[in-house]
């Protein structure tokens, strides 16, 4: 097993790092307690492009930039070290982009692809409801057929990137029960209606609720075979999983990198705090707990790449690194003393943002829940 970084990943990575950095940082700095305004998502999102961030799961003949999801692993785990809500942001985006690449028509794929892989365009993935978070069975909000076209009827909450969105890929249910899931676009001109949501954290990254209120869509805007959605939503789970670590990662570096560079420099009783034994032991946790999670996330990474079911691992890798940066960030506010808790620093911040990664692509219980099942072979939901 070789741990290297390949050449074209250093390349990739430094590159990356150089402009989230120089651009990114500044950018987005403003809007830590409110969701980034849409024109500048946008204007930061073509620029990721670029770089293989919201471009790099597709292959060529759809756009994208073909790259193994190890290295997009490492791609978004770099940004979210200078902007959780925008690595998040692009990774919904690319969700969004995967779905209509993998279950559109011809042209469905001419009219979102490229728009949305070139960051001209804002997807989200609408799935949770107020009455439905980790059960996707339960969904309740239908499209019925309406002469050539659908009404969708139902709402949504808690949905990534909603309040920005340009358009939605909406789990839907038939007329009836035994239709089973469909995923079905929705356009924001289509009439749908969002309100963002206050949160604990990530308040740069949209979170909102979306409302369908009978709103007619065109025939043509179902995406695969009706009833296929919850076969294929239950797919993306493992992918979305590890990406899920990998910005949860990137919370924790910033978290651990602020954390080193307070204690080479604060000095208390006539020497460097860093010189403490109880300062370097809460680093070294904060450091190994960080190793650990990383690797758990690229070896995720490398069973959904091989097409190996992997469902245990990317919920390890989900678990671990969602709820290992939690502590990161904790113990980071440990070092920090009363400077952790201001709101003029960024040290807070990092563990209201990790708080927040521990929830969404199925909860730190639920994870557990999938891995005691499949090591056991009993089923406790």
């Not at 245990?312 to 690194?321: D, V």
Request: hydrophobic fraction near 45%; charged fraction near 25%.
């Amino acid at each position: 097993m070789d741990f290297d970084l390949s050449e074209d990943q250093r390349i990739a990575l430094d590159a990356l790092r150089r402009f989230a950095e120089a651009e990114v940082a500044p950018a987005v700095e403003p809007w830590r307690d409110a969701p980034i305004p849409k024109a500048l998502a946008r204007g930061l999102l073509r620029k990721l492009s670029r770089y293989g961030v919201g471009s790099g799961w597709l292959g060529e003949s759809d756009g994208g930039l073909a790259l193994d999801l190890v290295t997009s692993g490492l791609l978004y785990e770099e940004l979210a070290r200078i902007s959780p809500g925008l690595a998040g942001t692009a990774f919904i985006n690319e969700g969004v982009s995967l779905a209509i690449a993998t279950l559109g028509t011809p042209e469905q794929k001419r009219r979102w692809l490229p728009a949305l892989l070139a960051g001209d365009s804002i997807g989200c993935s609408a799935i949770t409801e107020p009455g439905v978070g980790s059960n996707v069975r339960d969904v309740r909000t239908r499209a019925v057929r309406d002469g050539d076209g659908w009404r969708v009827r139902g709402e949504k909450t808690w949905i990534s990137n909603a309040g920005i969105s340009d358009l939605a890929v909406v789990v839907v249910r038939g007329e009836d029960e035994s239709q089973g899931l469909s995923q079905i676009v929705v356009e924001r001109e289509d009439g749908y209606r969002s309100r963002e949501l206050a949160k604990l954290g990530l308040n740069d990254w949209s979170t909102a609720e979306l409302v369908f209120d009978d709103v007619f869509v065109p025939g043509d805007r179902l995406l695969g075979e009706p009833g296929g959605g919850l076969r294929r939503t239950l797919q993306l789970f493992e992918r979305a999983r590890c990406f899920v670590a990998a910005i949860a990662n990137g919370i924790a570096r910033a978290a651990l990198d602020a954390a080193v560079a307070y204690v080479q420099t604060r000095e208390q009783w006539g020497k460097k705090i860093g010189g403490h034994q109880l300062v370097q032991e809460l680093i070294a946790d904060m450091a190994t707990e960080l190793d650990a999670a990383r690797l758990l996330m690229l070896r995720g990474l490398h069973l959904v790449q091989k097409g190996i079911r992997c469902d245990t691992q990317t919920s390890m890798a989900k678990y671990f690194a969602t709820e290992a940066a939690v502590r990161i960030a904790s113990r980071a506010i440990e070092v920090h003393g009363a400077y952790g808790l201001s709101r003029e620093l960024s040290i807070e911040l990092h563990f209201r943002n990790a708080r927040m990664m521990t929830i969404p692509d199925g909860t730190s219980e639920i994870q557990k829940l999938v891995i005691g099942r499949n090591l056991i072979g009993l089923a406790a939901f």
